[in-house]
């Protein structure tokens, strides 16, 4: 693999170490400086001509400059004549974005697509979007893949006769019934309003919950909300316990503290984007690594062999 060339910014790079150890290749040098005004500096600190370089860059918090590195990035390896860029986003901003729900919004996610296909971006490489039509947004190779042949192993071990997967919304049924299958659960699922911008209602639950273990599945967790108001109303309905498992841990604002203090027994999440400190320090969240997936899909790209088989 002498020409394959793994990038990152600032957002993650302890992911980034770990996927360069699983492809067995150094981290590629880049400088990141900043103005006094807060601009953006990069250099590649080596050659890239002719190589296959992927960039690993959630667009995490702070959004906007981890997006900004990462378009940063792609236009200099496109200038410094790289022969194939793929973007790697363990995490996808803007993605809830998605659509014109409301007048005079914008399709946020649409334009963050646009931007990377600008920047000098050839192929995404995605995990987890929270709406699976963003794919169609590029034009653009995108291969988008799933956390759940790494959180299905740990999920097995905890799972009991009496567990239910739980969706947390009805836009998430699909993943929720996903997660069902490979587990062989029953399936229910919480009718959420959302009332604003992260504020949500549970209004009602449909399915079969009480006396049951239930595991709530969603893509990301931000501000808590919408897993401690489900998990007060699965209680409500009379469930013995309640676990959590997402991809993306966001953890804005008080979300960490809102889940500690939650009857939640355990949350599960991945390393897509680093987690608060406090989270990393609380004893409910339990974290996953990606970077076996992540490699062994730019492994794939790079020698242009299927990544099918990362979805069983």
């Keep these: 693999m002498n020409d394959i060339k793994v990038f990152t910014g600032r957002a993650n790079p302890e992911l980034a170490n770990e996927i360069c150890q699983h492809l067995g290749c150094p981290l590629g040098k880049a400088e990141i400086k900043e103005f006094a005004d807060g601009e953006i500096s990069i ?173 709530m599945v969603d893509d990301l967790i931000d501000t808590g909300g919408t897993l401690v108001d489900g998990t007060e109303a699965l209680f409500r309905r009379g469930a013995r316990s309640v676990r959590a498992c997402a991809t993306h841990g966001v953890l804005s604002r008080d979300a960490v503290t809102r889940i500690a203090e939650s009857r939640i027994i355990e949350v599960v999440l991945t390393n897509s984007i680093p987690l608060p400190e406090q989270a990393r320090n609380c004893p409910k969240f339990r974290v996953l690594s990606v970077a076996p997936l992540l490699a062994r899909a730019i492994r794939s790209i790079h020698e242009g062999t299927s990544i099918s088989v990362l979805f069983v």
């Design 43 to 215: 250099q590649i600190q080596e050659n890239v001509r002719g190589a296959d370089a992927f960039v690993v860059q959630p667009t995490c918090r702070p959004v906007h400059r981890h997006l900004m590195e990462l378009l940063l990035m792609l236009d200099a390896l496109k200038r410094a004549s790289a022969e194939r860029i793929t973007a790697v986003l363990p995490y996808y901003g803007y993605a809830r974005q998605d659509r014109k729900d409301r007048p005079r919004v914008p399709i946020s996610a649409k334009l963050v697509a646009s931007l990377l296909e600008r920047a000098g971006a050839n192929r995404i490489l995605a995990l987890d979007l929270h709406a699976a039509q963003i794919q169609g947004f590029f034009d653009i190779p995108v291969d988008h893949l799933f956390a759940t042949p790494v959180t299905i192993e740990y999920l097995k071990s905890v799972v009991t006769p009496q567990t239910v997967v739980v969706s947390p919304d009805a836009g998430g049924a699909e993943r929720a019934r996903a997660y069902a299958r490979r587990l062989g659960t029953p399936l229910a699922i919480i009718d959420k309003r959302r009332l604003d911008t992260n504020v949500t209602k549970v209004m009602h639950v449909v399915g079969e919950v009480e006396g049951r273990d239930c595991l």
